[in-house]
């Protein structure tokens, strides 16, 4: 059976269980849902309410007043529970029809569903300075210890239509998922800028995201042609209603009877509201003409066309609380904020009230048309095959952001990039089991709209503001790539490869301080250069008597650098997210006679830097000052799992995921000089957590 065209008339549905050893059977936080969260989307119940304008007037009293007791949903509560086993559940039902004049006619249809919770306990997380020489110890910027629940749904479909009439085919396919987050975090710890001072946060987050893709496509064989098309749209749809944040922190002031007491300040509570859609319209047309065939040769010609038009809508808008004390009890903002704070007797304009902070310049529109064509020529010789071809686009994206905060003046930026891309593809047999491949091609990294949109966005996670770089440039990849394929049977392979790829402009993430305050951004850097081997295959172990056995292994030794100009403040270093080593292995067992299938699953990646630090280069610029990058740490992380299949169409399965359970560490290894003018090196952790062993049993009824 496949998706496209079924074979026959057939229906699956599974159900398992999900536990782990971190969430199931412990006490977990969770602020108030809507009806329909768990079918992953908010119901309405936190969106702003009718009665808030379009922009509230500050300096309205009586608008005020509305808006604060009846513009949202008042609901701070937190709610504690002990978690039921994580749900999944899919169902796909297949169906076709075939007549004796040759119409077939398949259809297939998938749902799929799953809820999850899940926790992140006792999780450091810290941010550093400049290593403290003086006393040889981590110098602080932050450093929180943070307790993060979530709760999870999605909900997917699938829809496959495919009519079939000779030598036309023509398909519908359409794919749906929905997923939902309700998401409450506990942060305490301290912050050391200016002074040292402890701090509590919470923030309340709910998200959803909406995806749709549909295509309509056909194929028709005239003679030695072939001509195929795809008519397609997709929507994309992020909804962040009424996220929620409270900030308190220590009272400094020595000798006041409040001294070392938590406290809220004005501006600390703070609700605001995402919501982004995209459409996304596509054609393509391809045409393929088949030359003939000689004793010893073949070759075809193929031609396309692909158009793409994009829009997106990004808006965001934002509210704070403020208040006038003198109207508020003596102790007001040392109270409890959910329970004491966050009352209705508090509200007013002269008392605790809504204030819209919304700068119109976070929002933006965007708009994307890509054009194409290419040409290829495919060609074989006896033993020896090859594929080349070239690839034109033209892509145009138009930004629209506005230009002030209150009024809804916009400014266009555009993006225009023509590219030729060639591609080259050369085989040669040396037998039936050993190919030889080499691949050259030129591709593209481009831009997305938020990242060359000047819009801010508080990642609460990074304790930080995101924004993207007006500036950012498309990236340019070259990749060459030699590889040797050997094909013992038809169930196994052995592969050995050389890579190699340029990067010209590569994208960047990356931060700017503001005197220990982060804003995230994105930049390019000079050029960087990745290659290494790689091995890949899937071997029986017959040979050496383990009849039902079956080895994997896929492996790589990569190195990477990437290289900025003499202005940058960083230096030459490892591409960012790229690991200098990676194992992935297994061991597989699967008897017919049993019915039983078991497998053990490896893998390890090399650290790999997560985050970039900043290189002092001023007037006597040394180590000592340096800000180093942060890596995420090596784990080893192993897998079992087990299918006993009962009759023909019943089968059971039982997976252990991460059953190590090793913690999950991002480092710095700060280096100085010390007075003797040895070279030193130093750990330190800025982010420590375990996410706990899966546990998954689940039953597959196949009629």
């Known amino acids: 059976m496949t998706k496209n065209m079924p074979e026959s008339n057939e229906t699956l549905l599974s159900y398992g269980l999900n536990f782990n050893t971190s969430t199931h059977f412990n006490d977990h936080f969770y602020n108030t849902s809507s009806p329909t969260d768990f079918l992953g989307f908010d119901s309405g119940e936190r969106a702003i309410r009718k009665v808030v304008p379009q922009r509230l007037h500050n300096n309205n009293p009586s608008q005020v007043d509305e808006v604060t007791s009846r513009g949202f949903r008042n609901d701070w509560r937190v709610h504690e529970h002990r978690p039921i086993a994580d749900q999944r559940i899919n169902l796909m039902i297949s169906r076709y029809r075939f007549t004796e004049k040759g119409t077939k006619l398949g259809i297939t249809g998938a749902l799929n569903y799953s809820y999850s919770s ?16 003086v006393s040889d110890e981590p110098e602080y910027i932050y450093k929180y210890v943070d307790n993060q629940y979530s709760i999870d749904a999605k909900l997917g479909g699938m829809l496959n239509i495919t009519f079939i009439k000779g030598n036309n085919k023509f398909e519908f396919r359409n794919i749906f998922n929905q997923q939902g987050k309700n998401r409450y975090t506990i942060r305490n710890g301290w912050q050391n800028i200016s002074a040292l001072y402890m701090q509590e946060k919470r923030e309340y987050l709910y998200s959803s995201r909406t ?16 001509i195929d098309w795809i008519a397609g749209y997709s929507y994309a749809g992020l909804n962040q209603p009424d996220r929620r944040m409270i900030n308190r922190e220590e009272n400094l002031i020595y000798g006041d009877k409040y001294y070392g007491m938590m406290a809220i300040d004005q501006n600390e509570i703070t609700r605001d509201f995402v919501n982004l859609d995209e459409h ?36 965001n808008r934002q509210f ?17 904020v959910v329970n004491e704070i966050l009352k209705p007797d508090n509200y007013g304009q002269n008392k605790l009230y809504i204030y819209e902070d919304t700068d119109n310049r976070n929002s933006y529109k965007g708009q994307n048309v890509l054009t194409a064509g290419y040409l290829s020529y495919k060609f074989s010789i006896g033993l020896f095959n090859m594929l080349a071809g070239v690839r034109i686009e033209s892509n145009r994206m138009k930004l629209t952001n506005y230009t002030k905060i209150y009024e809804f003046d916009t400014a266009d930026r555009e993006y225009n990039q023509f590219d030729i891309f060639p591609s080259l593809n050369a085989s040669y047999n040396l037998d039936t089991k050993n190919i030889i491949r080499l691949a050259y091609g030129i591709s593209t990294n481009r831009q997305e709209f938020r990242e060359v949109s000047p819009s801010v966005y508080y990642d609460f996670n990074l304790f930080s503001d995101v924004k993207g770089n007006t ?14 394929e050997y094909y013992p049977s038809k169930d196994e392979y052995i592969t050995f490869a050389l890579f190699y790829k340029y990067f010209k402009n590569p994208i960047e993430w990356t931060y700017l301080d503001a005197g220990g305050s982060y804003t995230y951004t994105f930049e390019n ?53 790229q690991s200098p080593y990676l194992v992935n292995t297994s061991l597989y067992y699967d008897s017919k006679k049993t019915g039983i299938s078991v497998g053990i699953l490896y893998n390890r990646i090399g650290k790999r830097i997560v985050g970039i630090g900043r290189v002092d280069t001023g007037s006597g610029a040394s180590i000592n000052n340096d800000v180093p990058d942060t890596y995420e740490l090596p784990r080893d992380l192993l897998d079992f799992v087990l299918t006993k299949r009962i009759g023909k169409h019943i089968e059971f399965k039982a997976n252990f995921k991460d059953i190590l359970n090793q913690q999950v560490v991002f480092a710095q290894y700060p280096r100085f000089e010390d007075e003797d003018g040895n070279i030193n090196k130093r750990k330190q952790v800025s982010k420590s957590f375990r996410p706990g062993t899966d546990i998954y049993i689940g039953l597959q009824i196949t009629f």
């Open 118 to 133: 899940h926790p992140y306990s006792e999780m450091l997380n810290a941010r550093f300075g400049v290593y403290n020489t």
């Open 211 to 226: 995806t749709y893709s549909g295509q309509f496509a056909g194929s028709h064989k005239i003679k030695s042609s072939e």
């Open 280 to 315: 996304t319209f596509s054609g393509s047309l391809n045409y393929t003409l088949s030359l003939g065939k000689g004793h010893t040769t073949t070759s075809q010609i193929k031609a396309g066309l692909f158009g793409e038009y994009k829009s997106r809508d990004y808006n």
């Open 320 to 336: 704070f609380y403020r208040f006038n004390q003198y109207n508020l009890p003596e102790n007001f903002v040392y109270q409890d």
């Open 471 to 484: 500036d950012l440039k498309n990236a340019t990849i070259h990749n060459l790539d030699l590889r040797y």
């Open 525 to 577: 850097a000079l050029s960087a250069n990745n290659y290494g081997a790689e091995i890949d295959m899937k071997k029986s172990l017959d040979f050496v008597g383990l009849d039902n056995f079956t080895l994997g292994l896929n492996a790589a030794l990569i190195s990477s650098q990437i290289n900025f100009d003499s202005s940058s403040m960083e230096t030459d270093r490892p591409m960012q997210g």
